[in-house]
């Protein structure tokens, strides 16, 4: 990877005599003040020394101060995405968001800086689930193929005849074509046998390689919070037939106990699964420094 283009001027930044001031007294409880324009240059600083998870008010500023960091600290930085739905609405959140935040709990132990909105350091996640982990494929490396279909299918993408858009795959011969729910293109996966010979990425316009990005691997990440396994379908098949009085609800467990995802399904995580609920800044690293 290119080193980010503001990482010597960060380094620089990280000289002046307040910045070492605040990295002096890293491991307390602080109250710091400064100008909008401050804060990207004191995280980056503090993320030398300690993880940092930075939560801010709106999405917007979230998407912002990520962008600036990144800027500094390169892939070290990623935002942690909070679902764009309610409770109260029958409907799930974007597949390019539940990808997005299973990415980053993925790489967390890599990660030195998290961004994320109020919202989603409030939204509780399920600790672990099976299905999270992503589909990992490389070039020169051996996969079975019905396997790989079976995994993208478990991790809810839709099998179709033509990849259009995030969580969708299709399959023609020994080629999977993906969209993964974390990349801005699709990608054509070849195998010769079990052999993965070639990974590129295409357009989905015309279905032409793009020559200009180089991949050789790829890494696929769920398009669902909650994969279904046999033990979540047969709990919903169990609470369908314990709430017969809710038509909306009983159609959509009736749905999650024939393995098919359903919208809406989020609201009724945690009555089906037994993974206990936390919130992100469990997940991480017990010397993280939360900035508010």
């Not at 689930?129 to 996969?143: F, K, N, S």
């Not at 989905?204 to 793009?210: F, G, L, P, Y």
């Not at 909650?226 to 047969?234: E, G, H, K, N, S």
Request: glycine share 6%; aromatic share 6%.
């Amino acid at each position: 990877m290119a080193t980010p283009m503001l990482a010597g001027l960060l380094k620089v930044a990280a000289t002046d005599p307040k910045l070492k001031g605040l990295v002096a007294n890293v491991g307390q409880d602080l109250h710091i003040t400064g100008i909008d324009q401050a804060r990207p240059w004191a995280l980056g600083t503090l993320a030398h020394h300690a993880p940092v998870l930075a939560v801010t008010a709106t999405s917007r500023e979230a998407e912002d101060l990520t962008a600036e960091l990144s800027a500094m600290m390169g892939d070290k930085v990623a935002m942690f995405p909070s679902w764009e739905t309610l409770p109260h609405e029958r409907l799930s959140p974007g597949v390019d968001i539940i990808g997005k935040r299973a990415q980053v709990l993925h790489n967390i132990d890599d990660l030195r800086i998290i961004v994320t909105a109020a919202r989603g350091l409030s939204q509780p996640i399920l600790q672990d689930i099976e299905g999270r982990a992503p589909v990992h494929l490389e070039e020169d490396h051996e996969y079975n193929f019905d396997d790989v279909v079976r995994s993208l299918e478990f991790r809810a993408y839709k099998h179709v005849d033509m990849v259009a858009k995030r969580g969708e795959f299709a399959t023609r011969g020994g080629i999977i074509d993906v969209f993964p729910t974390t990349l801005d293109y699709p990608v054509r996966v070849e195998f010769w046998g079990d052999e993965v010979t070639d990974i590129r990425q295409f357009s989905v316009a015309d279905q032409r390689t793009i020559p200009e990005i180089e991949v050789g691997r790829v890494d696929i990440f769920t398009a669902r919070e909650l994969p279904i396994t046999d033990a979540v379908a047969q709990r919903a098949a169990k609470l369908a037939s314990t709430h017969t009085g809710n038509p909306a609800l009983v159609e959509l467990l009736t749905k999650v106990s024939e393995h098919i995802p359903a919208e809406g399904m989020e609201a009724v995580l945690p009555v089906l699964s037994d993974a206990p609920l936390i919130t992100l800044s469990e997940f991480l690293p017990a010397a993280t420094h939360v900035v508010m």
